[in-house]
C-alpha cells in the first residue's frame, strides 16, 4: 500500500480537505508535471530531454493516445538519468486526435483499457528498476472524468490496482472517485490551458493561447492563492490553495520549454517563499 503519512502526520488516503483548499498534502512543496513520450513511430514528441532538468515528475503516454514500446522505454530510461519521478498518462486509445476527442466507450472497455496502458508502462518502469509514482489521465479522458459519472467510475476501478496516487483537480469526481476506491489523491492545476468561469478544465481545444509572461503570472497566483485566470479572464478558485499542489503543462506546445521555464521559475519563487525547510 502507500505510505499517506507526510511529515509524520496521517492524511487519510486523499490528502485534500475540503472545497476551501487543502490543509496537507501527499507534496513537500508546488511540482511541476509535464507529459512526456508522445511521439509514436518516427513521429517526434516534445523537446524531452530539454524539458527534463526543469520538472519534477514526467508523465509518460502509454500507447494510447501516443507513444509505443520503444518510446515508453526510452523515455522511463531518460526520466532515470535525470532522476525524475515517473507517472503513467494513459489516454483514449485514438493516435490521430491525440487523445483529445470525445471517445465512445463501455465501463468495461474503459476499464481494461486503463488496465492495458498502464500495465504496459509499468513492464518497462519494472525493468529500470523505477518505481510507479502516480497516474494522470490524458486529455479528453481526464476532462471527461471530471464530471462523467460512468467514465470516472470505470477509470478509478482501474487505477485503484496500482496502489499509486492519481492527480487530479480539486472537488471534481477526480477527488470524490479516488476517495470512494481509496486512491491517495493529489490535487492538481493548469496554466498553459485554460478553466472556463466555473472552475471547469476546458483543454487544450478550448484555450486561448497563453503567453509566457501569462503562464509566470498564473503560475505565481496559484502558488499563492490558488487563483488563476479563467478563459475569459475571470478569476477563478481552482481548489488548491493552502498546501502543495503539482502543475501540469504540456510538451506539444510549440513554446513548451519557454512554458515550463517560466512556470518554473514562478514555482521556485513560491516554494521559497511558502515551503522552504
Same mark, same amino acid.
Given at each position: 500500500?502507500?505510505?499517506?503519512?507526510?511529515?509524520?502526520?496521517?492524511?487519510? /488516503?486523499?490528502? =485534500?480537505?475540503?472545497?476551501?483548499? =487543502?490543509?496537507?498534502?501527499?507534496?513537500?512543496?508546488?511540482?511541476?508535471? /509535464?507529459?512526456?513520450? $508522445?511521439?509514436?513511430?518516427?513521429?517526434?514528441?516534445?523537446?524531452?530531454?530539454?524539458?527534463?532538468?526543469?520538472?519534477?515528475?514526467?508523465?509518460?503516454?502509454?500507447?494510447?493516445?501516443?507513444?509505443?514500446?520503444?518510446?515508453?522505454?526510452?523515455?522511463?530510461?531518460?526520466?532515470?538519468?535525470?532522476?525524475?519521478?515517473?507517472?503513467? =498518462?494513459?489516454?483514449?486509445?485514438?493516435?490521430?486526435?491525440?487523445?483529445?476527442?470525445?471517445?465512445?466507450?463501455?465501463?468495461?472497455?474503459?476499464?481494461?483499457?486503463?488496465?492495458?496502458?498502464?500495465?504496459?508502462?509499468?513492464?518497462?518502469?519494472?525493468?529500470?528498476?523505477?518505481?510507479?509514482?502516480?497516474?494522470?489521465?490524458?486529455?479528453?479522458?481526464?476532462?471527461?472524468?471530471?464530471?462523467?459519472? $460512468?467514465?470516472?467510475?470505470?477509470?478509478?476501478?482501474?487505477?485503484?490496482?496500482?496502489?499509486?496516487?492519481?492527480?487530479?483537480?480539486?472537488?471534481?469526481? =477526480?477527488?470524490?472517485?479516488?476517495?470512494?476506491?481509496?486512491?491517495?489523491?493529489?490535487?492538481?492545476?493548469?496554466?498553459? /490551458?485554460?478553466?472556463?468561469?466555473?472552475?471547469?478544465?476546458?483543454?487544450?481545444?478550448?484555450?486561448?493561447?497563453?503567453?509566457?509572461?501569462?503562464?509566470?503570472?498564473?503560475?505565481?497566483?496559484?502558488?499563492?492563492?490558488?487563483?488563476?485566470?479563467?478563459?475569459?479572464?475571470?478569476?477563478?478558485? /481552482?481548489?488548491?490553495?493552502?498546501?502543495?499542489?503539482?502543475?501540469?503543462?504540456?510538451?506539444?506546445?510549440?513554446?513548451?520549454?519557454?512554458?515550463?521555464?517560466?512556470?518554473?521559475?514562478?514555482?521556485?519563487?513560491?516554494?521559497?517563499?511558502?515551503?522552504?525547510?
Amino acid at each position: 500500500m502507500v505510505d499517506t503519512t507526510v511529515n509524520g502526520r496521517g492524511n487519510g /488516503v486523499n490528502g =485534500h480537505s475540503n472545497g476551501n483548499g =487543502h490543509s496537507y498534502s501527499l507534496l513537500e512543496k508546488v511540482e511541476i508535471n /509535464v507529459d512526456c513520450g $508522445e511521439g509514436f513511430g518516427f513521429w517526434e514528441g516534445g523537446p524531452d530531454e530539454d524539458l527534463m532538468p526543469l520538472i519534477d515528475a514526467a508523465n509518460i503516454a502509454c500507447g494510447g493516445h501516443a507513444g509505443d514500446p520503444v518510446i515508453m522505454r526510452r523515455t522511463v530510461a531518460l526520466a532515470k538519468k535525470y532522476g525524475k519521478k515517473v507517472g503513467a =498518462h494513459p489516454g483514449f486509445p485514438d493516435k490521430v486526435g491525440f487523445g483529445r476527442r470525445v471517445l465512445a466507450m463501455t465501463p468495461e472497455q474503459a476499464y481494461a483499457e486503463m488496465l492495458y496502458q498502464i500495465g504496459a508502462l509499468k513492464a518497462f518502469l519494472d525493468e529500470a528498476g523505477v518505481p510507479l509514482n502516480h497516474i494522470k489521465p490524458h486529455g479528453m479522458w481526464y476532462i471527461m472524468m471530471q464530471n462523467n459519472e $460512468e467514465v470516472n467510475d470505470a477509470a478509478m476501478r482501474a487505477i485503484s490496482h496500482f496502489k499509486v496516487p492519481v492527480y487530479g483537480m480539486p472537488n471534481t469526481l =477526480h477527488e470524490s472517485g479516488a476517495k470512494k476506491y481509496g486512491i491517495p489523491f493529489i490535487p492538481e492545476a493548469f496554466v498553459d /490551458v485554460n478553466y472556463n468561469s466555473k472552475a471547469v478544465l476546458l483543454g487544450v481545444p478550448g484555450s486561448r493561447k497563453m503567453t509566457t509572461e501569462e503562464i509566470y503570472e498564473a503560475t505565481r497566483s496559484l502558488g499563492r492563492d490558488g487563483v488563476v485566470p479563467a478563459v475569459d479572464y475571470t478569476p477563478v478558485d /481552482v481548489g488548491v490553495k493552502g498546501a502543495p499542489f503539482t502543475i501540469c503543462l504540456h510538451s506539444d506546445f510549440k513554446t513548451c520549454k519557454e512554458n515550463v521555464a517560466a512556470a518554473r521559475k514562478a514555482v521556485d519563487e513560491v516554494n521559497a517563499e511558502l515551503y522552504s525547510q
